[in-house]
């Protein structure tokens, strides 16, 4: 079997080589290259995560080489999310990179010459009617489907994820045992392609600043200032400022610069039972195709260990989804990600809107 695996300098992806070769699988060894080295507004710290992923090449003897892949990255995801972004979405640049670059980019530069593609993503494929399908990890904290729920079939069927059926203290344990040079380091955490960047002075470089106002929704009555409604995501609790919180961010104004906030008054506010989903992407299939009414189904708005349960209701301007609890911060951008009952399969994601 002819396969290429994704290092990230991470745990995961390492222990993913030890598991390969354990079982007497020699894979290519690739990482991406996606900051823009000496870029004032993309400052990634790239050089330790090669340096530990040419240290578990070297000691399991195999391939290794670094693909860089950063105007692909560039043109296609950090350009999409300042777009969501000054349009006052909520982008999710991690799902856009696995979907564009990641088994997009790499796919058509590296990963055709190979049979499939191993990476350190929690998540399973699931084999059912001779079709493969998108499954949720064994370790709910650790699941990262949500991340991939827009590849489409192509993709799922050439991925492999030897870390899906293992607990994270499992992966741990794993790499101490073969003493992998990655075994005790971090996770990594925030946007993928930003670094030691801080989000705010991503933005900034971009969109610049614009001095608005921040108004309770319930009273009408200015309680702040803020820096440009960009900054500002629905559902936000920190970062903003204002004394007497919790605050949260219920609203935006675009076109007059106004973020809404709310707390004590009416609670209610901030919550909301149902978001459509227009242009919903199926990963392998439609499950119910002829099937009428409303289907059940678990669901996320969010990355969280949690799956919600919620009822599908297809509509001419496609789907829409009712949750069987109060949803804190529905942001439009975001995904809402779609599973089945049983939160085992992840059938797709669409964009929300309220």
């Avoid at 004590?264 to 992407?281: K, L, W």
Wanted: aromatic letters at 10%; hydrophobic letters at 35%; one cysteine or more.
């Amino acid at each position: 079997m002819n396969i290429a695996a994704l290092l990230s300098g991470g745990v995961d992806s390492s222990v993913v080589v030890h598991l390969l070769c354990e079982q007497g699988l020699r894979p290519s060894l690739f990482y991406i290259k996606i900051g823009m080295d000496g870029a004032e507004y993309m400052d990634c710290s790239a050089e330790e995560d090669i340096e530990l992923s040419t240290a578990i090449a070297r000691k399991y003897g195999l391939p290794f080489e670094v693909v860089d892949l950063h105007r692909e990255y560039w043109d296609s995801v950090a350009a999409y999310a300042i777009d969501k972004i000054k349009r006052g979405l909520t982008p999710n640049p991690d799902v856009m990179c696995n979907k564009l670059v990641k088994f997009g980019c790499f796919e058509e530069r590296v990963g055709k010459d190979f049979d499939f593609t191993a990476t350190g993503h929690y998540a399973t494929t699931v084999q059912r009617d001779g079709k493969t399908w998108l499954g949720t990890a064994r370790d709910p904290l650790k699941d990262q489907t949500d991340f991939l729920a827009q590849i489409d079939y192509l993709q799922v069927s050439k991925l492999l994820f030897p870390v899906g059926n293992l607990m994270k203290h499992e992966v741990r344990d794993v790499a101490l045992r073969a003493g992998l040079p990655s075994a005790r380091r971090k996770d990594s955490q925030g946007i993928c392609f930003l670094g030691k960047i801080n989000y705010n002075d991503f933005v900034r470089r971009f969109l610049g600043e614009c001095e608005g106002a921040i108004i309770e929704l319930e009273t009408g009555k200015r309680v702040g200032t803020h820096r440009g409604y960009w900054f500002h995501t629905i559902g936000q609790r920190k970062g903003l400022g204002l004394s007497g919180g919790p605050w949260f961010v219920i609203r935006k104004n675009i076109e007059e610069n106004i973020v809404y906030v709310s707390h004590g008054y009416d609670v209610d506010t901030q919550y909301g039972y149902e978001f459509r989903m227009p242009d919903f992407h199926f990963i392998t299939e439609d499950p119910w195709v002829g099937q009428a009414g409303e289907v059940g189904v678990t669901f996320k708005i969010r990355h969280t260990p949690e799956f919600i349960k919620g009822r599908l209701i297809r509509e001419p301007d496609g789907l829409r989804l009712l949750s069987s609890e109060k949803l804190q911060g529905i942001a439009p951008g975001q995904f809402g990600v779609v599973y089945d009952e049983g939160a085992q399969i992840c059938i797709g994601s669409g964009e929300i809107q309220i």
